[in-house]
Every structure is written in structure tokens, then in C-alpha cells.
């Protein structure tokens, strides 16, 4: 009673940590124009600056991981709640470009850690039904995110300044962070043997064919999705004539989609297999992407529906790399991560640029091609499991 007790309070947490990451995150998706407009800054230094984020959570995701394995699986979260509280102040008070990077630069970090624990303490903690609770644990994201886009929309269509907007987040980012604080995990999921992990034995995961295929897969999805996530909200003002609060209701679709697509994942995934749900929900991603930017403006909604199609593939992928064995899971989860921050941050920045070279709509459909390395990486892996298993059987 007692044990179940305290995994419930521990998989709580989880959710709380995915909670706060899709709420900080998402601020950006409707504060970016505003930004822009209030510093004179062209789109490509608006995809500067979410590089720069991303950079940080590409970073945060790497070390991180590194981080668990030595020092117990919750210290990433209490490194990810000082990482906001800096960040989110000095973002705020910021003035120039450097100060911007350099503080957005810490929101990522924060970010790309709470990504990380809450993932890697809730995989350690549910083995038997992995990929339903990953699901169920990314939908607090989309549930987080949903609000986000609502919140700042209003507060913008009220004259609120983004910098007050950023500093009001803080009320959602110190409560998790005291339950953070005195959340206690088991000795076993604490203590663990701090071994070195080489430059060698991660080389030797980041070759592994089939590692490789995954990190370059969850590196495309997350290039699509923060590239969505990023540029709609501009991409609907600008190019199809939606006011600020309709297009950030847009963006709060986006997220519910999200949310909705993890909750209804958690019920299949495990059935259907995570490599099928993946093949079929990045198709599902391009084909939303393509309706609702090169359709009329009537079905523009569409755009938002690709949160739905989004929606199990980052959990369902780590469902899929935590079953690969390593001596070092959180490392090995950690460079997953990493490789979906750095798409984080080439994605928007490219998309920033095509803004600027060859218009808003170019910038939102480079999703699609993000969507379709997804796609060819999934179904090499796939095809790869099947000749493994068809050369187990013959011998």
C-alpha cells in the first residue's frame, strides 16, 4: 500500500514536470510577433532566438541525462526549476539581442531538463506498460501548452506586455518547484553506482544502426513540431488574416490535440505497436500540414489539427529507445533527447529564414519534409526489427 502510495506521488510528479515544460515552452508560439514588433526584429532573428533555446535544451537534454545517471534521477528536475527562475527574470528584463539569447538560452536548459527526468524517472518506474504512461505523461505537455496560447492571446488583446507576461509564468513555476524539492524517490531510483560513462561508450550508442535511426527520427519530429508550434501564430496573422486572439485559439487546438492524441495513444499504442502508430501518425502530420497551408484560407483550422497527428510520436519513439538495453539509460535517453533538441532549434531557425527568402508559407510547409525523413527513418527501423527477427527464426 504504501509502495503504491509512493509511486503514485513520484509519477505526479512526472506529470507536473511535463505540465510546467508545455506551459514555459509555449509562451513563445503567441510572444514571438508581439517580440518582433516591440525590438524591430526580422524573422530570422526571431528563429535566432528560439535556436538559441533549443540550443539550450539540446544541451540540458545531453547533460542531463548524464547528470541522472551520477547524481539520482531527480536532480535534473531541481537543475530544470533554477534554470526557469533565471531565464524566465532575465528574459523579461532583456534589451538587446545578446541578453535574449543568453536568457532564452537558460529557459531551454530548463526545459530540456524537466523533459528529460520527467521521462526518464516515469520509464524506470512503469517497465511493464511504458508506452501507455509516456503517453499519458506527454499529454500533461499538450494540457500545459493548451492553456499557454489562451492565457498570453488574452493578455496581449488586454495591452499586457510580453515581459510581464514571461514574469507572471513564475506563479505555475515556484509551486512545482517546491513539490519538486521535497519530492523523494526510493533508495534504488537514488543511489545508483556512479560509474564514468566514456566518450566511447557513448560513440558506441550513437552508432548503433538502429540508435542512430531513432535519434535522427525523434531530431526530424521535433523539428516539425516546434517549427509548427513557433511560426502558426505569425503564419495565421500575417498570411491568412486571423486576429491575435483567433490565431492563438488556434494554437491552444494545436496543443489540445496534442493532449487529446496522448490520451486516446495511451490506449493503443502497446496494441497496435509503437512502430506501426508511429508510420501511421507522421503521415497523419504531413497531411495536416499540407491542408491547412496550401488549401484556402477556410480550412486553416486544419493547421491546428496537427497537433493530433503530432501527438503520440515523441512519447511512443521513447518507448521504442528505452527498450533498446544500455548500461547507461540515462545517458542513452539523455542523447535521444538531445537529438530532439537540436532539431527544436534547427527547425524554427530554418523555417525563420524561409520566412524571410520565400514567405510565411514556406516556412510552415519545410514541416513536411521534416515529416517525411521522420517517416523513412521509422520504416527503415522497422524493416530492420522484422530481418532481425526473421534471422532469429531460421537459425
Request: proline share 4%; with cysteine; charged share 10%.
Amino acid at each position: 500500500m504504501k509502495q503504491k502510495f509512493v509511486q503514485n506521488y513520484i509519477i505526479i510528479g512526472c506529470f507536473l514536470s511535463y505540465l510546467l515544460f508545455g506551459f514555459v515552452d509555449n509562451i513563445k508560439g503567441p510572444a514571438i510577433p508581439v517580440i518582433l514588433a516591440d525590438m524591430n526584429f526580422d524573422y530570422s532573428l526571431g528563429g535566432a532566438i528560439t535556436f538559441m533555446e533549443y540550443t539550450g535544451f539540446f544541451l540540458a537534454s545531453f547533460f542531463a541525462g548524464y547528470l541522472a545517471d551520477l547524481f539520482g534521477r531527480k536532480f535534473p528536475l531541481l537543475l530544470a526549476i533554477c534554470c526557469l527562475l533565471f531565464g524566465i527574470v532575465g528574459y523579461s528584463l532583456s534589451s538587446s539581442l545578446p541578453f535574449f539569447f543568453f536568457f532564452i538560452f537558460f529557459i531551454g536548459l530548463g526545459c530540456g531538463s524537466l523533459e528529460l527526468a520527467g521521462g526518464n524517472i516515469i520509464a524506470s518506474v512503469r517497465t511493464a506498460d511504458r508506452g501507455r504512461y509516456l503517453n499519458l505523461l506527454n499529454a500533461f505537455f499538450g494540457i500545459g501548452a493548451v492553456f499557454t496560447p489562451i492565457m498570453t492571446g488574452w493578455l496581449f488583446n488586454q495591452d499586457v506586455s510580453w515581459r510581464s507576461v514571461y514574469l507572471l509564468s513564475l506563479a505555475v513555476v515556484i509551486p512545482i518547484g517546491i513539490y519538486f524539492l521535497f519530492m523523494k524517490l526510493p533508495r534504488e531510483q537514488t543511489t545508483r553506482k556512479k560509474e564514468k560513462v566514456s566518450v566511447h561508450d557513448m560513440l558506441e550508442m550513437v552508432m548503433h544502426p538502429q540508435v542512430r535511426l531513432l535519434y535522427l527520427a525523434i531530431f526530424a519530429y521535433v523539428a516539425a513540431e516546434i517549427g509548427v508550434a513557433t511560426w502558426m501564430v505569425d503564419f495565421l496573422q500575417k498570411s491568412r488574416h486571423i486576429s491575435v486572439v483567433e490565431s492563438s485559439m488556434y494554437l491552444s487546438v494545436h496543443f489540445a490535440g496534442i493532449a487529446v492524441g496522448r490520451l486516446f495513444g495511451s490506449l493503443f499504442v502497446d496494441r497496435l505497436g509503437h512502430l506501426q502508430s508511429l508510420l501511421l501518425f507522421s503521415v497523419l502530420s504531413a497531411a495536416f500540414i499540407a491542408i491547412g497551408s496550401f488549401g484556402p484560407a477556410s480550412v486553416s483550422i486544419v493547421l491546428a489539427f496537427t497537433g493530433f497527428g503530432y501527438s503520440i510520436i515523441f512519447p511512443t519513439a521513447t518507448a521504442v529507445i528505452s527498450e533498446i538495453p544500455s548500461p547507461h539509460p540515462g545517458t542513452k535517453l539523455g542523447l535521444f533527447y538531445g537529438a530532439g533538441g537540436l532539431g527544436g532549434a534547427v527547425g524554427p531557425w530554418i523555417a525563420g529564414l524561409l520566412n524571410d527568402l520565400l514567405g510565411l508559407k514556406a516556412g510552415i510547409a519545410v514541416n513536411l519534409c521534416f515529416c517525411l525523413v521522420l517517416f523513412v527513418c521509422i520504416a527503415a527501423y522497422l524493416k530492420s526489427q522484422s530481418l532481425r527477427s526473421f534471422a532469429e527464426s531460421s537459425r
